[in-house]
């Protein structure tokens, strides 16, 4: 990610401010029609974790969650909130270009990456997830939402993740999101 970007996404973080600490930590919009299915065990990473609601939920369900952010601001929002939410045993947070791909690390029972796209993380980020694990993504999309190269095209994320188990899926007013498990011994498509 170049350097305006990054100081793009430090000025909105900054603008928006710490997330409050809720009590309990909601889930996702999208996902919470389907929070019963997200594990309460094991390790998630978030991409783009931003200022740590993922964390905090995730967290907070019981997993040991990684979050990374090309944003320092975002960072250290999502550590303060981790703490102020008593939860900072459980999360660890770094600043990473995803540009770069993903941050090194074995397998994780939860991949999660809401309201951030770039399709050539797809291949990795199911290579990431363990066998029997879930991989969650949820971005603004072109369906309903109008244009914009940040946007998923039509059954982007279908096509994308579709040779997964399929557990939910949707596509409307601007956002599209899946939820899908690893089969055990999937071979990744390339």
Known sequence: ???????LWDRRHALSGSAPVVEPPPP???????EGLFPSRGEALELACGRGL??????????????????????DMAR?????????????????DLDDGLPPGRPVDLLFCYLFRDTRLYTAMVERVS????????????????????????????????HLDVLDRGES????WILAR?????????
């Not at 990610?1 to 100081?7: G, I, K, P, T, W």
């Not at 996702?28 to 389907?34: E, G, N, Q």
């Not at 993922?54 to 960072?75: C, K």
């Not at 603004?140 to 059954?155: I, K, N, Q, T, Y």
């Open 28 to 34: 996702p919009p999208l996902f919470a029609h389907v």
């Open 1 to 7: 990610m170049s350097r305006a970007d990054r100081e």
């Open 173 to 176: 007013e601007g956002s599209t």
């Open 80 to 96: 303060e909130l981790s703490d102020a939410a008593g939860l900072t045993a459980r999360c660890t947070f770094e600043v990473w």
């Open 182 to 190: 690893k089969q055990d011994g999937l071979l990744v498509d390339t």
């Open 131 to 162: 066998d029997g694990g879930l991989l969650a993504v949820a971005t603004l999309s072109v369906v309903g939402g109008g244009g914009g190269e940040h946007r998923a095209l039509p059954d982007e994320l279908e096509r994308a993740f579709g």
């Open 54 to 75: 993922g964390a905090v939920w995730l967290a907070g369900r019981g997993m040991a969650y990684r979050g990374v952010d090309v944003s320092p601001i975002a960072i």
